[in-house]
């Protein structure tokens, strides 16, 4: 459902039930073996006290609640991973940061990626780091496309404000 004046999906008071979660990363790092642990802690900067217990939170998070994690390339997977997911569902995509560590061409990859998707079910894509550095959230319902800037975002997740 969106909002009439503004075209953007109306925002409820209480988040829709999640039907499946998963998470891509090229190299996955199992938070219950120690030494994976020690090593994403390593990459913490020096003197970064808050970043390092938020990461610890996190940790215990996946610990107590694991999430289904897959090995591999995410834009390349994308579509197959997308037939995995209940066509009931709307697919939501959301990365944050790792844009930037992409290449232009894997960057519009996964922007074709995701309208072809869209072809065939309803998804939407929260980002930023693929043009700029502000939030962005376009999605496809219905075979139509919509583009928003949502807000803007500090690259560490510090701080955001909505526009």
Not at 91 to 106: D, G, K, R, S, Y
Not at 113 to 119: L, M, P, T
Request: net charge neutral.
């Amino acid at each position: 459902m969106r909002d009439e004046r503004t075209g953007m999906p109306v925002l409820y008071k209480e988040s829709p039930l999640v039907a499946w979660r998963v998470g891509v990363d090229l190299y996955v790092s199992e938070v219950n073996n120690p030494e994976n642990v020690n090593w994403l802690e390593a990459l913490i900067g020096p003197g970064h006290k808050h970043r390092l217990g938020l990461f610890r939170k996190a940790v215990q998070q996946m610990q107590a609640c694991p999430v289904k994690l897959i090995e591999g390339d995410g834009v390349v997977l994308l579509s197959e991973i997308a037939k995995q997911a209940s066509h009931n569902a709307s697919l939501c995509i959301f990365h944050t940061h790792v844009a930037n560590q992409m290449l232009q061409e894997v960057k519009q990859q996964l922007l074709t990626s995701i309208q072809k998707v869209g072809e065939n079910r309803d998804i939407f894509h929260l980002y930023n780091n693929i043009c700029d550095a502000n939030l962005h959230l376009d999605y496809v319902i219905k075979g139509e496309k919509h583009i928003h800037i949502i807000g803007q975002i500090d690259g560490h997740g510090k701080w955001f404000s909505w526009n």
